[in-house]
């Protein structure tokens, strides 16, 4: 029924180290909606949904145990760049997700974005979970084995501390080929004591945010459109 896979699910299961008793969770888990239209199939979407609070948890399960120490500001840029959609294409691109991708119309020829490896990525591991019983702690053990060490020495080389502005840019690059502006909307307040506020714009995404100095308010008008970015294509 799903001659258009070039790859056989099986390869995939060894990969990741698990057999699915249902193999229909796993195909639902790598369609896209164009296909599952075409074909009165189910799309991956709402495993997407939950796949994605699943990786949230295991990231964070395995930074709060392994930097206990680190404050929670340190563990929120880490734990932002481990569930990046950019960091989970580069995991999915080791899967080969792509060659197993079902998409259909005219979407079938284009090239498999990293947005699409990403979304398919957590739909894998939702996949996983309800295949397995809801074994949180099951699931969570593979991620592990799989993903742990590699998490653990990212984060020794620093890999993670990018910030807000370098990572919006990465994305607007990535998208669109273009860089966002900043423009100062106000300065309060007196001079010891200034408030700047800053606006950031790309395309239809806009956001301003208010900071002591001009990089910070730069800073989190950034993480704000980079935020709207990635929401709009839910
Ligand atoms: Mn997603």
Redesign the pocket.
């Known amino acids: 029924m799903h001659a258009s896979s070039s790859k056989s699910l099986e390869e995939l299961q060894k990969a990741i180290g698990y057999t699915f008793k249902n193999q229909e969770l796993l195909i639902q888990a790598l369609t896209h909606k164009s296909y599952a239209g075409e074909h009165g199939l189910k799309s991956y979407e709402t495993l997407?949904f939950l796949g994605?609070s699943l990786i949230n948890f295991f990231v964070v399960d395995i930074l709060l145990s392994e930097f206990p120490q680190a404050s929670e500001g340190e563990l929120a840029s880490m734990k932002s760049y481990f569930v990046s959609?950019e960091y989970l294409s580069e995991l999915a691109e080791e899967l080969s997700l792509d060659a197993y991708i079902f998409v259909g119309g005219k979407r079938r020829n284009n090239h498999i974005s990293p947005s699409l490896l990403?979304?398919t990525f957590?739909a894998l591991w939702a996949s996983i979970y309800l295949d397995c019983g809801k074994s949180a702690d099951f699931v969570k053990k593979l991620y592990e084995g799989l993903y742990k060490e590699r998490i653990l020495s990212a984060v020794g080389a620093g890999e993670y501390k990018k910030d807000y502005k370098t990572l919006l840019q990465e994305e607007t690059q990535r998208r669109w080929k273009e860089r966002p502006t900043y423009r100062v909307v106000s300065i309060e307040g007196p001079h010891h004591n200034r408030v700047f506020e800053i606006e950031c714009s790309i395309r239809e995404f806009r956001a301003t945010a208010k900071g002591r100095s001009k990089k910070s308010a730069q800073q989190l008008a950034a993480k704000k459109v980079l935020e709207l970015i990635q929401s709009s294509e839910k």
């Open positions: 997407e994605d959609e990403a979304d957590e």
